[in-house]
């Protein structure tokens, strides 16, 4: 079955420091990767994708993406984080095969310590 | 505002209420979708509407009902509901099958079921 994996329920870091949220997923063919935030009460927002090219992409509020095909994996990365970065993340995966299904994980709380 | 909105943001509902969630977007975005987010769960993917007509509809139990008058408009009916059915409900749009954009998502409607 296909699916998407965060395995980390939470992830610390203290505010200044690199801040790594992982994701790997398991679907066929060449999908399409995104990252998307949600704050307190607010619904999901579109941080940053991947289709095709450069492994590293860049996305919104200094967040960047490594994807890695042979380990399946789709990390968000941010180099100095800020305490206003907490929230939720979602990793969510859309197979290239048509269809309108896109296969979210079970998010990861990050949390910047001041 | 994202521009999908969600009424109402919160409702409390008995078991044998009926009642209606209604999401709203003026993107000019073909696809609409009902998600539900529970706490440390992936988001399950509830319905699929392209231009009003249903693509998906993810074995979800008949007594949520949706439905799609145009593309701008989705609503989800809820009658008998099970405390189980509490949750986080977000509505969602995207311009064909959201690959090469995203999502667009609304705020959400937080459900309890007394």
């Known amino acids: 079955a296909q699916s998407v994996a965060q395995p980390e329920d939470q992830v610390n870091v203290a505010e200044g420091n690199p801040l790594t949220v992982k994701c790997t997923y398991s679907?066929?063919?060449?999908?399409?990767l995104f990252w998307y935030v949600q704050y307190p009460n607010r619904g999901l927002q579109f941080l940053l994708k991947y289709i095709t090219g450069d492994n590293l992409v860049k996305g919104s509020y200094g967040f960047e993406a490594e994807f890695n095909k042979s380990q399946t994996s789709f990390h968000l990365k941010k180099p100095s984080a800020l305490v206003s970065d907490s929230a939720l993340y979602f990793c969510a995966v859309s197979p290239n095969t048509g269809g309108f299904k896109t296969i979210f994980g079970a998010g990861t709380r990050l949390f910047v310590k001041a | 505002e994202t521009g999908v909105t969600q009424t109402p943001r919160h409702l409390v509902m008995g078991m044998t209420n009926k009642k209606s969630l209604k999401c709203e977007q003026h993107?000019?975005?073909?696809?609409m979708y009902w998600y539900k987010q529970s706490a440390k769960k992936p988001l399950e993917l509830m319905f699929v509407?392209?231009?009003?007509?249903?693509?998906e509809n993810n074995s979800v139990p008949s007594r949520f009902s949706p439905e799609c008058p145009n593309s701008s408009h989705l609503f989800l009916h809820l009658h008998t509901l099970q405390p189980e059915d509490s949750a986080l409900y977000l509505c969602?749009?995207?311009?064909?099958?959201?690959?090469?954009?995203?999502?667009?998502f609304g705020s959400g409607t937080r459900l309890t079921v007394v």
């Open positions: 993107l000019g975005h073909n696809a």
């Open positions: 509407y392209n231009f009003k007509e249903q693509t």
């Open positions: 679907v066929s063919g060449n999908p399409y």
């Open positions: 969602a749009s995207s311009q064909d099958t959201g690959r090469r954009k995203g999502y667009t």
